[in-house]
């Protein structure tokens, strides 16, 4: 089995961080970047299907020099090689991004593509099936349990107040969703063969954005907190302020 997942690189959604002189996208100053969480699930169920099957995992991200670092910690995971579309500025576009993924992985021979359900910096979960569109193959999203044999596979999907099964035939892509399976840590033995492994950087074909961010503003600073009294006493207080300032009653 062939699989293919594809990866972001993104800033650790822990840290502080500021927006860069042009407003419109962060400043990396002081960032720290890490493999989107949902990513990162999307990988374990990858490897998990060759351990268990055979075949290659291989991984795609697009993005400058730095993502490197992240290919690396998949190949270290256990992915054989990986792929870098070379970019300096990634697009906010969706579409964009697919085009250039479905640009290299169309003629891949491809069993499975896997991605995570959304990144964890943009949030829009819309990479994954733009690319089954462009590559015209069946795409199942947010994924919680898989299952494949036999050239066709099975995936549950959660909902709210309910979940569905899904079956499809191969090749597909696949969007993962959180709790299929824990990312595995890297073996110091994987870290090591991880420098050995093939690492090909080719140039991303983007084509032009239509979809672009026009201005980024951070959220207001929350307003202090207020004592308004202690114990019963403050509780007509309290209600007044609830109904009259914060509206929520």
Known sequence: MKIAVCIKRVPDMEMRFSLASDRKSLDPAGLKFEMGDFDGYALEVGLQLIEKQGGEVVLLSIGPDGVQETLRKGLAMGAGRAVQLKTEDVPFDGLAIARALAAELKTGGYDLILFGRVATDTANGTV??????????????????????????????????????MQFSLPAVLTIDEGIARPRLASLKGIMAAKK???????????????????????????????????????????RLLKTEAKVL
């Open 197 to 239: 492994k093939p690492l090909e950087v080719k140039p991303a074909q983007l084509g032009e954005p239509r979809l672009v961010v026009e201005s980024m503003t951070l959220p207001p600073d929350r307003p202090p907190g207020r004592i308004v009294g202690e114990g019963a006493d403050a509780v007509p207080e309290l209600l």
């Open 128 to 165: 994954g099936p733009m690319t089954a569109e462009l590559l015209d193959l069946p795409c199942v999203t947010s994924i919680s349990e898989l299952d494949i044999a036999d050239g066709r596979g099975t995936a549950r999907r959660e909902l709210e107040g309910g979940a569905e099964t």
